[in-house]
Every structure is written in C-alpha cells, then in structure tokens.
C-alpha cells in the first residue's frame, strides 16, 4: 500500500507542474539537519536558553532514535523497492541512508514538534509548529524519498521523545546536581548505538543476476547521519 500511495503522488506530482513540488520542497528543507541546528541555536542564544536547551536536549534523543531504528530495520528507499518510484530533483542523489523511519520528519518533530508540546506557548504558535511537522511530513512523501510508514513513525517516534524530554527537563530541575548524571547517560547510549550498528549484520540482497543490490554498512554508515549524504551507497 504505501508504494501505492507513492505511486498516487508521483502521477499528481508529474500532472500539476513544479509549483506544489518547488514548495514543498522547501518544506523539507525546513527538516534538514543544518537547518534545525542552526534553528535551535537562534532559540537557545536569542530567545530563551531553557527553550534552546529543551530543543536540544530532544533532538540529540531523536538522532539516537532514528539511528537506531534505521540500522535495525534496514528499509530501502523507496526507488530501490519499486523502480517506478521517481524522485522529485535531485532527490535520489541526495536522500540516501535506510528510509525507515524518516530522518526529516524526527528533525521536524524534535523543533516544530517540540514547541507544539511545550504548553507555555501561545495556542496559535503550538498549532503553527504542529503544521509545519506535517508539511515537512508529507513533504517526504511527495518528493518520493519515505513512504507513509516512514513519515508516521517518525512523527510519532520524534513527539514521544519531545514529551519524555518536557518530563526530564521538569525532574532536572527538581534534582539539579543529577545534570551531570543525565549527560553521561546520554553519551553512554550513543557510544552503544555506534557499537551496536558497527557489528549487526547487515542485509545483501540481491537482483537476479546475483549482484548485491545495496551494500548494507556503507548504508547504515550514511543512515547515522541522516537522511542527506552526497554519496549514494554503492549499487549494482
């Protein structure tokens, strides 16, 4: 089904014209790693550096999420699923690491998302971020480079981080000398996400002529990073 609706997307996408496309494509860009970091330090050195912190604390959480589920369920994009998938531009040079869950979408959770639970903003402001998790959402989904899957497990996954992030930022300041304690856990959880994604076995698929479609540890080596890499993992 999802490749179905992708599908669905690509003939609307290709009959509409590149307006809806160039912006949504926008919408993604919204979702990209630079764009968030760079967000999230105008937050923290503009704003408000208990915002700022928040942010950051939630997204560093994200990242490990992801990663963790990209290299363990090792989905493919969906052009290497179903070759009559197209990608908008230059999107399949572009998006590369394992699909699921999307990388963008958990991004856009972690900031936009991440304003919406806090409930010390304005409810016009909350609505307006959570929209903007949406677009970025299905932006993915009709440039052509996540499934349905992708984007709704992301979204889900990166809002539940967001909310458990409020609650241990709330129990941080009741206990303010275990800060320390909460850095150390955080860095001791990524250490083992990087060990445990450096020795799984990774999948060797192959195509009929017994070639290896993808090469699964350079994919899981680009999934870390996200969704973004400028080289696309070795195909056959």
Sequence with gaps: MDIDILLGL?????GSGAFL???????????????VIVFMALIYWCISKDFGTYLMMGWSG????NGMLKV????????????????????MTTATGYSF?????????????GGAVR???????RVLLAITVLLVAFSRNYLGVHTPQDVLVGIVAG?????????????????????????????GLAILVAIYAAVKPYPADTDAAGNVIVEGAKMANVSAGGDHHKQMPKMR
Aim: glycine share 6%.
């Design 119 to 125: 409930k010390d903003l304005p409810q016009a402001s």
């Design 72 to 91: 363990t369920v090792c989905a493919y994009r969906p052009w290497i699923r179903d070759a009559r998938i197209v990608p908008y531009g230059d999107s």
């Design 101 to 113: 869950p999307s990388g963008h979408t958990m991004n856009a959770a972690s900031v936009y998302g």
């Design 62 to 65: 994200n990242r490990l999420v």
């Design 159 to 187: 809002t539940l981080v967001m909310f458990l992030t409020v609650k241990l930022m709330q129990w941080v300041k009741v206990h303010p000398e275990k800060d320390l304690l909460i850095v150390c856990i955080g860095v």
């Design 10 to 14: 690509q003939d609307i996408r290709i």
């Design 21 to 35: 496309a160039g912006f949504l494509s926008k919408m993604t860009w919204l979702g990209e790693m630079s764009t």
